[in-house]
């Protein structure tokens, strides 16, 4: 187990309670968990993802990851519209592991509403969150 | 340690602890269940299928179970198909892991630790398997893990084999994994063992590897507070 301090959290997404993130580019939001929450899982041997379409409500369920013989659940950092899945999870779900932030990325969402990330936390408020 | 209840259950239907189950870990999620709750339960013969599945594990046919008034229930939990019945301790951790005290893959292993030391206190040396979960025998499977993290809250958990009838593993690939061979504590014991005293070893294991300090409750007493807070809730 790392500490927090060995984790990495970019500057550039937001962060939900639930360690999801959530990135602006474009006109659209990229979806991942993060460091904290790959760290905690171990291992990731399985992504679940929802169908290209789906529209999705903040705080939703929109798939799980599994580690050996543990399912999390994950939920919509961001209200909207699923137009893109990483399909590249399904053969390397350590991909979410060792680079949450990049090829680890799950969704790509057309949001829905003027300010998708009002309810999330930048680095600094996550981080403090973390470190309770 | 933190403090949690301990609810030991006699024989229950399947789906009616998962309801239960799941209407605990959303109680407790909201602050509504005020601590941890770990359920110690057996069930009637019924197959569940993992998150992903397994059903192509299933070496019988559904109508050959159903005549035999067998369930295959399809659950949120990690895992691949299992079996339930009569002489296998269960139990259900439903905790939550946001207080940072577990990681989930470290839960896990305490999950298998439980088993392999309450197998311990009737002189049998089990095994954890980081590759296969679970409590192993020289090969043998004793017992199973598998969970569910909901917004942090851990549920599903164990299972052991204590004196169980075997014969519907042979009707699967336990966890998915082919000629997989599954015994039971009384099996590898060679002496007859008293469900009771598996219950009370297994509670003990359980508080002292999760650190929690297990109060006894009764149904009753978790059921009017689930039930009192929804109709909190309706009435708002």
């Known amino acids: ?132 | 340690m933190h403090p949690a209840f301990l609810l030991d259950l006699p024989l229950t239907p399947y789906g009616e602890a998962l309801d239960l189950q799941r209407a605990a870990v959303a109680a407790r999620k909201e602050g509504r269940l005020a601590c941890d709750l770990i359920i110690l339960i057996e069930h009637p013969p019924v197959f569940t299928l993992g998150r992903r599945g397994g059903r192509e594990n299933l070496l019988v046919s559904e109508s050959e179970l159903n005549a035999r008034g067998i369930e295959v229930i399809p659950v949120e939990r990690g895992g691949d198909i299992t079996y339930h019945g009569p002489g296998q301790l269960v139990a259900y951790p439903l905790v939550d892991l946001n207080r940072g005290d577990f990681r989930v893959v470290a839960f896990v292993e305490a999950l298998e630790q439980a088993m392999v030391r309450t197998a311990a206190r009737w002189g049998v040396a089990a095994a954890g398997d980081a590759a296969n979960r679970g409590a192993w025998v020289q090969g043998r499977k004793l017992g199973s893990v598998g969970i569910t993290v909901r917004r942090g809250v851990s549920f599903h958990g164990l299972a052991l084999n204590v004196t169980t009838d075997l014969t519907p593993f042979t009707w699967i690939n336990p966890c998915g994994i082919q000629s997989c061979r599954m015994t039971t504590l009384a099996a590898e014991a060679q002496q007859q063992i008293d469900m009771a005293a598996v219950r009370t070893e297994m509670a003990g294991q359980i508080g002292t590897l999760l650190r929690l300090d297990l109060q006894p409750v009764s149904l009753e007493h978790i059921r009017a507070a689930l039930e009192t807070n929804r109709q909190t809730e309706n009435a708002q």
Not at chain 1, 96 to 119: C, H, I, R, S, T
Request: net charge negative; no cysteine.
């Open chain 1, 1 to 132: 187990m790392k500490e927090i301090d060995e984790l990495k959290f970019p500057e550039d997404v937001y962060y939900s309670k639930d360690h999801e993130w959530a990135r602006k580019e474009g006109d659209l939001v990229t979806v991942g968990i993060s460091d904290y929450a790959q760290d905690q899982l171990g291992d990731i041997v399985f992504v679940e993802l929802p169908e290209k379409g789906s529209k999705l409500k903040q705080g939703e369920e929109f798939g799980s990851v599994e580690s050996v013989k543990a399912v999390s659940e994950l939920f919509m950092p961001v209200a909207g519209e699923v137009v893109d899945i990483n399909g590249g999870l399904e053969d390397s779900p350590e991909l979410v592991n060792n680079e949450p932030y990049d090829g680890g990325w799950m969704l790509k969402v057309k949001p829905a509403g003027a300010d998708p990330f009002g309810k999330l936390m930048d680095r600094g408020a996550y981080l403090a969150m973390l470190k309770g």
